[in-house]
């Protein structure tokens, strides 16, 4: 394989610089993908379980059928109309049910034409809905008591997560996850970076499980005490006290599916050593999953509050 | 090229009393078309009333100028809207005694 030189490498970071939609990321050598959702939604598409070979709907796991159509929004709000994105009028909007546990997702399917390190950058922000006087749950919530400032609506927002769904060509299929906690499900604030210990159940697993799923479960791992926080430090994002105003956030990303394990995660100035974070993989082999590469994010209630994850844009680069 | 994009709202859902489906925002398209597959219509003389509801703000929300469609069998229907603003939904109500629909809502948006 062709090695880059210094040259080459230092007329790449100036294009890259030069250029406003690029200048923003940090992209690996090679760009698989650019999402910028004013022009359509790239491949960002629901997430939906599998349905039999009648193609009846009904045969769908009852917690993965339900994970709600992506939008492009201008982020409108009632109280100022239209707020706009970052790079232009539009962003992905993921939103949920005003149904606490509700999940919503959406997928961007690939596959990886080697095995390297994979990045994943997104400028985002998350928000609970607004309340109107029939659906306010009141001026206090969780730990939030509303004093002109603080505002209850971040205490009505539970966790995003960036995840991915991995098979290389040995079969071995693993699920390089990290979840935003921002309450715990008594919508106690926790803000931490978590991960789960176990990989996510597949269709198969539960094919005779159905009587046990519920329709609020969640997919990535059902168990609250199948996740573990990355560390123990915090992290306070920008809610921005009410839920019409969204400041967007920077995300970077990095795994490397030659050693099948994390890298790091970057949220704005805080960067996670996740090497440490292990990555479970799947005991049985699969077939027809050859080099899959498919990113998912994905946003989840912990109150009776819709809530919405933003993707202003997202770049996904490798180093092949 | 102008921008297509088909969002599926409800899915196989079965209904026994009025709802309306989550609210979808879609300024950027100019035209719309709701496909509602009825899979399932059951009761004493039931009837599956449709109407597209628009809003400012996602939250609250009223009746646009398109006609209230009327399902009565399992079957396909649709109809256009046009000039809708940034938000759409459905407002159901379902009629007759003990009346159950189970229903796929489509809404196909074109820039």
Known sequence: METTHVPADDLRRALIAADPRLSKFNPLPRILAYDEFNTGTHGWCELIGNHDGHGNLDTVDVHMRDFRPPQLSACDFFDIGTHGAMSGNYALKIATRPATGHTAVAIRRLTMAQRGVIQFETYFTYKGEAATEESSLGNSFGDVEWDGNLHPSEAQFGAFTVATDLCDGDGIRYHCVARYQNTDLDNKFTRRWIYPTVPEPTPRENLHNQENLSPTEDFTAPDPK????????????????????????YLRWQFDTRTRTNIELQVNDRVMDMRHVP?????????????????YVSVRTHSPVRNFLFLDSALISVDW | MKHALTAVLERNTTFTADFATEPYEAGWAREARWFVRTLALEGEE???????QVSPDGLHWCDDETPVQVTTEPGLVTWRVQEF????????????????????IYLALKS
Not at chain 1, 226 to 249: A, F, G, M, S
Not at chain 1, 279 to 292: F, H, M, R, S, T
Not at chain 2, 85 to 104: C, E, I, M, S, Y
């Open chain 2, 85 to 104: 603003g940034h938000w759409l939904r459905l407002r159901a109500t379902l009629r007759g005694g003990d009346p159950k629909a189970k229903v796929l």
């Open chain 2, 46 to 52: 039931p009837h599956l009333h449709l109407a597209t």
């Open chain 1, 226 to 249: 199948d996740w573990r926080p990355i560390d123990d430090k915090p992290q306070y994002l920008c809610y921005n006290e009410v839920p019409t105003k969204v400041n967007w956030h």
């Open chain 1, 279 to 295: 990555v479970p993989q799947y005991a049985d082999k699969y077939e027809g999953l050859e080099n899959l590469l498919n990113f």
